[in-house]
């Protein structure tokens, strides 16, 4: 049995919500997705990315997959699709040109999550009060932290802090990160945007996330939090406890 909770907000500077989150407790299924590009198309590109998820999810079973491999290929085959949808989109109406989106995306299966990333939206996993970074950002100073080239505390003020290196609908081929973690009684994983880990710091992240309260409302406390802190972007958060 799972606890669930969402929320998605504008935040408290932006005038629209780019973001998007699809949950689908009967297929165990749950993704969150930071659209980017002009005019409507970020929102439009996130939109997409979900609703192809829960349309792939729903229209091809995956009961039949036994294995972890069957599983991750699934899950590429899915997000491949994705993909195709968004870079048509964009690339046939001039007003979606460059639109693109971040995807991260959670499967649930007896004592393991099964994780998808493309992008810097990421997945968290709280156990026994410490906070793991399940994912890895796809971004420019991302790859300068993993070569050397900066620290992770420069990396928090770096000027290209937000650029990407991957999205969903860039490009007519993308590049999917998968990751498998075992979960136990009493875990939460969450994923979120960046509007939620660019405003709050993950010591405020832990001690929201542990007091215990329903995942609705955590996830209320997690928005909330991100806003007082500047709600600068759009914030969207998912919550499991296991």
Not at 83 to 107: C, D, F, I, P, S
Not at 164 to 175: C, D, H, L, N, S
Not at 188 to 211: A, H, N, Q
């Amino acid at each position: 049995m799972t606890q669930l909770g969402f929320k998605s907000s504008t935040g408290a500077v932006r005038e629209k919500n780019e973001d998007a989150c699809f949950v689908i407790p009967s297929h165990n299924v749950y993704v969150v997705a930071d659209g980017v590009g002009g005019n409507n198309a970020g929102e439009i590109a996130s939109r997409t990315a979900v609703q192809g998820v829960a349309e792939y999810v729903t229209e091809v079973p995956i009961d039949g997959c036994e294995t972890d491999e069957e599983i991750c290929s699934y899950f590429l085959d899915c997000i491949a699709d994705i993909n195709e949808q968004v870079y048509k989109l964009g690339h046939e109406h001039k007003e979606n040109r460059g639109m693109a989106t971040t995807l991260v995306l959670a499967y649930l299966r007896d004592d393991k999550a099964y994780i998808m990333n493309v992008g810097d939206s990421r997945a968290y996993l709280l156990r026994d009060n410490e906070l793991q970074q399940i994912t890895e950002d796809h971004t420019y100073v991302n790859e300068l932290v993993r070569s050397g080239v900066i620290t992770k505390e420069e990396a928090e003020t770096h000027s290209q802090r937000n650029v990407i290196t991957r999205a969903i609908g860039a490009e007519p081929f993308v590049k999917t990160d998968f990751y498998r973690t075992p979960v136990e009684e009493g875990d939460i994983l969450m994923l979120c945007s960046d509007g939620l880990y660019g405003e709050v710091e993950d010591s405020r992240m832990v001690k929201i996330l542990k007091e215990n309260e329903s995942m609705s409302h955590t996830c209320n406390l997690l928005v909330d939090a991100a806003i007082e802190s500047g709600g600068r972007d759009n914030i969207t958060v998912v919550c499991l406890k296991v």
